[in-house]
């Protein structure tokens, strides 16, 4: 199913990738200043720096050690022998969105271009561009497992694809809905992408490297560690164009995703649920400041992350009821008419503002047409006709 | 319990106060028309036109008839029977508040400043001037009432007042949480304010009545009718400084009310429910399009109606964790650390980017903090320092 990275070669030299597979096993994720030296001197650049002992600014410890011990082209086949590309910068398939890591706020002490990323599974990392992330806790509810279902799946029917982090409650349920339309999903992992984490799902990313990518910035073989989970959460924000927040306690890292989606301009989305439910408070303190837009499922999302004019959604009407096709001055009498006790005409005459002969023949109108009563006592409402 | 209507004397002549009974009684409340006429020229000269036929913009019909047939006086006496004043612009109790009506869109059809109030109850209600409206669907759920009760309740203890309109569903939760609180609240009705619509909530109006107040634009003894629940809307939002709706479906009236309160810049809050929740569709309407402030319960409700720095919500920050409390050079090789299977310290002092030495002393101290373990395969997590 995985592509030979060399099936990009004629953009990509082979010394370039050599070198940005070093620096991927010798970096952490999300390692600024590494990542922003090698965007801006090139990874062939600061691989020859470093293993000449060029220590460029009390970067790293015994690096130029630790390089030469690397041997980057058996890297390469090992991880292909798992199924798993090497996707760098310049690749045919790299997708443009990481480039945006490039500018986002200096003062953050984690970010950048990733070096590179591995990619286990046949979906091409471009095709994530107009696709959405659809994160949240780990300790969900069904009501936020449902609804995240619910919205990768409309995503997915659509054609785009739903991206998530794999982890248990909302990410599964994303995933999981995006496969049961039968469209690929991508995961974006904080360890290896031929590992699994949590190992419980270690089938559901095995489906999804069948029919999607299983994406990770971590080198082949890492474990997961919380540096790693927050690299991770700017992938999940830059790979797609929005991201939606279903459910998400205070101090969540759905929230550290979103946060970086809104600095990256991605549309940043969140879904409300009962105030009373602690897993959308964090989603509410979202929408309160303003900082995240409020979905109420997959037909909002693509409203707001589709081209203009794409997915417009028909505002929520309630039924339509009879009095709205009534004329304005049968509507007018209809208003006048009593809710509980009945009245006589005249009652009704002066409720609705109009003359007795004109009121008397809408009654009748509105009587044929089952919306009024009559009795002794005159004229009441057959329905209620206000809520 | 009610106060005589001639204790404000004193501020309003008694010609005025009955040509407004009059009026009231002829008129139907939210007559944009009457209201404007009588705001402009006074009551008395409305009246005087009006009994000697200049029916002055083609206004009514029969109209002097009909006035001369009124006994205002007795009115007086009889509402004063039933326990029920009067109260018009000029007496000390007037809710300055309503006199925005005069300015709201004219191009409305219904509106103005109300030509009195009829009040059964001892609640001043120049006392509402704070207070917060608290409306939503007659068909709520027992979340949405739970959150109604609840919002009542807390904005009654810090002695602003909840008002609704004592239907069914979140209105009744709103006037019972008030009640609960041992507070006042004020129902404002559509129908007479010595009738009980519903009929099931007599005992509850009664209840209101002798601790707060039951007030309308509708004159006694007369039923409720469309028009007059939706000029009682915009009274629920020109009588308070804030409109929270609990539950609103798709054109449910509380939406009316929230559009009113709009109209005249009081603050619309709106609290959010799940989004597979009929009722909440309406509120989430609200918020989408921006009219509304989401709200998760009444600290928030405080916060955006109080007085500047009144009431600041502190923001849900999840629980302190231990990782707060230690050095940022510490935090670094904890989050170095795996979360899952275990590894030697220089993978750790890789991945937190540190020497050995500095990085095998930090181990020592997280340990020994009981957040990192060690066994033959070297350093893991001692629980999950993610979420």
């Known amino acids: 199913m995985s592509r030979r990275p060399t099936g990009s070669a004629p953009r990509v030299g082979l010394d370039d990738r050599l070198a940005r597979v070093a620096l991927s096993r010798l970096a952490e994720p999300g390692d600024l200043r590494m990542n922003t030296l090698v965007t801006d001197l090139g990874p062939v650049a600061v691989h020859e720096h470093l293993t000449s002992q060029h220590d460029l600014h009390g970067l790293l410890d015994d690096v130029g050690q630790r390089l030469e011990a690397l041997d980057p082209e058996r890297e390469l086949v090992q991880a292909e022998e798992r199924g798993i590309r090497f996707v760098v910068p310049g690749d045919p398939e790299w997708p443009a969105g990481l480039d945006d890591l490039r500018s986002a706020d200096p003062l953050h002490d984690r970010g950048g271009v990733p070096i590179g990323l591995w990619v286990r599974g046949p979906l091409r990392l471009d095709e994530l561009a107009g696709g959405v992330a659809v994160v949240g806790s780990r300790s969900s509810t069904t009501y936020g497992e449902s609804v995240a279902r619910d919205i990768a799946a409309r995503v997915s029917l659509t054609g785009l694809t739903a991206v998530s982090g794999a982890a248990f409650g909302i990410d599964q349920a994303a995933h999981r809905g995006a496969l049961a339309s039968g469209a690929p999903t991508a995961a974006v992992l904080a360890c290896g992408a031929d590992r699994s984490y949590p190992a419980a799902h270690s089938t559901l990313l095995d489906h999804i490297a069948t029919v999607g990518a299983v994406v990770s910035e971590t080198a082949p073989g890492l474990?997961?560690?919380?540096?790693?989970?927050?690299?991770?959460?700017?992938?999940?924000?830059?790979?797609?164009?929005?991201?939606?927040?279903?459910?998400?306690?205070?101090?969540?890292?759905?929230?550290?995703?979103?946060?970086?989606?809104?600095?990256?301009?991605?549309?940043?989305?969140?879904?409300?649920?009962?105030?009373?439910?602690?897993?959308?408070?964090?989603?509410?303190?979202?929408?309160?400041?303003?900082?995240?837009?409020?979905?109420?499922?997959?037909?909002?999302?693509?409203?707001?992350?589709?081209?203009?004019?794409?997915?417009?959604?028909?505002?929520?009407?309630?039924?339509?009821?009879?009095?709205?096709?009534?004329?304005?001055?049968?509507?007018?009498?209809?208003?006048?008419?009593?809710?509980?006790?009945?009245?006589?005409?005249?009652?009704?005459?002066?409720?609705?503002?109009l003359g007795l002969l004109e009121v008397q023949s809408a009654l009748s109108r509105l009587h044929r047409a089952g919306l009024v009563e009559h009795g002794e006592e005159g004229w009441r409402l057959a329905a209620l006709a206000h809520d």
Do not use: K, Y
């Not at 549309?267 to 109420?296: C, I, K, W, Y």
């Open 223 to 353: 474990p997961p560690t919380r540096i790693r989970f927050l690299s991770r959460n700017r992938l999940i924000a830059a790979l797609t164009c929005g991201t939606v927040v279903v459910e998400a306690a205070a101090r969540s890292g759905a929230l550290n995703t979103a946060n970086w989606a809104g600095r990256l301009h991605r549309v940043v989305m969140g879904v409300p649920g009962p105030v009373t439910s602690a897993p959308s408070q964090g989603v509410h303190q979202l929408l309160r400041s303003g900082a995240a837009a409020l979905v109420t499922g997959g037909a909002d999302v693509l409203e707001l992350v589709g081209a203009s004019g794409e997915h417009l959604v028909e505002e929520p009407r309630g039924p339509v009821r009879s009095r709205d096709r009534l004329s304005r001055r049968d509507q007018q009498v209809l208003d006048g008419v009593p809710v509980a006790r009945a009245a006589p005409v005249d009652s009704v005459a002066r409720a609705a503002g």
